[in-house]
T-cell receptor
Framework: ETGVTQSPTHLIKTRGQQVTLRCSSQSGHNTVSWYQQALGQGPQFIFQYYREEENGRGNFPPRFSGLQFPNYSSELNVNALELDDSALYLC??????????FGPGTRLTVT | QKEVEQNSGPLSVPEGAIASLNCTYSDRGSQSFFWYRQYSGKSPELIMSIYSNGDKEDGRFTAQLNKASQYVSLLIRDSQPSDSATYLCAVGYNFNKFYFGSGTKLNVKP
């Protein structure tokens, strides 16, 4: 167990809806990164938050947004859901910009 | 687009053998390199990190990095059936962007 928690575990949404996923980082970690993992693929980097600021972003559209709170927990928000957004969403925490430890993930299904 | 390439496998090795997993990456500016293990239905678990050329050993695992060849590998000695999983190579750029390969599936046969 890494100490990184995510909620909810599973989620079913309809196309066009909005979703918020949550992550609590491991104690002492100040950096959170979010990833999307489609079946059979490696995780795709969405963005990273470091000390409450977005610190890096992958090739995801602006409808993917996030927040990091003073306690270093984080949210991932996805607007205007599309069928292709169905995936496992992973949160990873780290101390600074080094080794990342993953939470159990949230399985999102868009119908 | 920064690429991280891995052979998808499956790589099959007998119990007790050495498993060799390989990864190449496209961006010469990459600065950090990681190996993760992912069991089916679970999230990735960090095995090793390596930042400089050469070998790094941790128990049965050895990571090897060659920045000139843009190549990173993972050796698993004395492979066990419990090592059967998908192994993901991850590469960090500027320490704020990370790219994963699609993973190599390893089967260790008893």
């Amino acid at each position: 167990e890494t100490g990184v928690t995510q909620s909810p575990t599973h989620l079913i949404k309809t196309r066009g809806q909005q979703v918020t996923l949550r992550c609590s980082s491991q104690s002492g970690h100040n950096t959170v990164s979010w990833y999307q993992q489609a079946l059979g693929q490696g995780p795709q980097f969405i963005f990273q938050y470091y000390r409450e600021e977005e610190n890096g972003r992958g090739n995801f559209p602006p409808r993917f947004s996030g927040l990091q709170f003073p306690n270093y927990s984080s949210e991932l928000n996805v607007n205007a859901l599309e069928l292709d957004d169905s995936a496992l969403y992973l949160c990873a925490s780290s101390l600074g910009l080094t080794e990342q430890y993953f939470g159990p993930g949230t399985r999102l299904t868009v119908t | 687009q920064k690429e991280v390439e891995q052979n998808s496998g499956p790589l099959s090795v007998p119990e007790g053998a050495i498993a060799s997993l390989n990864c190449t990456y496209s961006d010469r500016g990459s600065q950090s390199f990681f190996w993760y293990r992912q069991y089916s239905g679970k999230s990735p678990e960090l095995i090793m990190s390596i930042y400089s050329n050469g070998d790094k050993e941790d128990g049965r695992f050895t990571a090897q990095l060659n920045k000139a060849s843009q190549y990173v590998s993972l050796l698993i000695r004395d492979s066990q059936p419990s090592d059967s999983a998908t192994y993901l190579c991850a590469v960090g750029y500027n320490f704020n962007k990370f790219y994963f390969g699609s993973g190599t599936k390893l089967n260790v046969k008893p």
